[in-house]
């Protein structure tokens, strides 16, 4: 292996010292904690997960934290009053529903429920048009925990050449307009891309979200490009496994994040980020 690896266990532990410090900064400033409200709807484990993990960075960080766990069969009229009830809640700074939610419920009205200043996953419209015209509240997590690697390993995008694999809202799109305004030249690929592996070999720097194990290989990659992968998949041995064929990959790259440890500790990292912000601006302190 020739490529320095990306260590995104590192990099989010070294933000979340930070964000602890300020933490106590802004507690003793003001006499507010940052609280955080998640809510669960349903059993999908792989959610519970998270949402646990969320829960324990939050005491970690030293925020208020509450964890709404609503049966699968909720009625989307009780989800929607329940944020309406924490929209209005003063010790709540920002409000995250766990995505996917069971079908009896509409996403977009919940996205659309939850107050644009109190929205850390920065999933509603109105935040998401802030990105888009580079003046935003909040960034999405997952992009933004990738801009925070490559900031931590002295990675410019400026002037580069960067190629997105993947346009999904959470991921791919806000990824690409992070890129752009970071001064990279971007393209963003998908499914009906027509010969991948020609845009992928001139890019200095690939971000990968597929959702495919394994699926971008050593022969598709520039020697001494950047590689951010941001895909999780489950093998069927039960261990996980990124977008990028670490192996082949790493053999050809420059910088390579690992899976896990590499994007994936980022996210919940960005997300502290997020509801301190969230706090801060409540009180008028950023
Ligand atoms: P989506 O399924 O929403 O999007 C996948 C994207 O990949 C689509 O835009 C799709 O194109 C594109 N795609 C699929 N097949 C191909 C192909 N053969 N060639 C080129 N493009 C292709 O996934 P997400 O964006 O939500 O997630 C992507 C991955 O990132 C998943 O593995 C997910 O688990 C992971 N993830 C990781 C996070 C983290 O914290 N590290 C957070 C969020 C996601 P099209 O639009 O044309 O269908």
């Known amino acids: 292996m020739s490529a320095i690896l990306i260590d995104g266990k590192k990099v989010s532990l070294d933000i979340r010292e930070r964000l602890k410090r300020e933490t ?5 400033k003001t006499g507010v904690t940052p609280g955080l409200a998640v809510v669960l709807v349903g059993n999908d484990p792989a959610s519970a997960v998270y949402v646990r ?40 700074h920002g409000i995250l529903v ?11 009205k919940v996205i659309l429920t939850i107050k644009p200043e109190k929205d850390v996953d920065a999933f509603h419209p109105a935040n998401v048009g802030r990105i888009m015209l580079g003046n935003y509240r909040f960034l999405p997590c997952t992009p933004a925990g990738v801009m925070a690697l490559l900031d931590a390993y002295g990675i410019d995008p400026s002037g580069k050449s960067c190629v997105v694999i993947g346009r999904s809202n959470i991921v791919g799109k806000p990824q690409a307009l992070l890129m752009l305004e970071r001064n990279a030249t971007v393209t963003i690929c998908h499914s009906r891309t027509v010969d991948l ?21 050593g022969d598709m990659v520039r020697p001494g490009a950047v590689v951010i992968d941001v895909g999780i998949n489950r093998l069927p041995d039960g261990k996980l496994c990124g977008d990028a064929d670490f192996a082949s990959v790493s053999e050809v790259a420059s910088a390579i994040t690992p899976v896990p440890g590499g994007v994936g500790p980022m996210t919940i990292t960005m997300l502290m980020q997020n509801t301190l912000s969230a706090a801060k601006a409540a009180e008028k302190d950023e």
């Open 98 to 108: 766990q995505l996917p939610l069971p079908k009896q419920i509409n996403e977009e």
């Open 197 to 217: 592996p020609s845009y992928t070999k001139r890019a200095d720097i690939v971000v990968v979200a597929v959702g495919k194990a394994r699926f971008l290989t």
């Open 53 to 92: 993990n969320k829960h324990r960075a939050c005491g970690e960080i030293g925020f208020y934290s509450e964890v709404h766990e609503l049966p699968e069969d909720t009625k989307e009229s009780d989800l929607l009053a329940l944020l309406a009830r924490l929209n209005d809640d003063p010790k709540i």
């Open 24 to 28: 106590e900064a802004f507690i003793t």
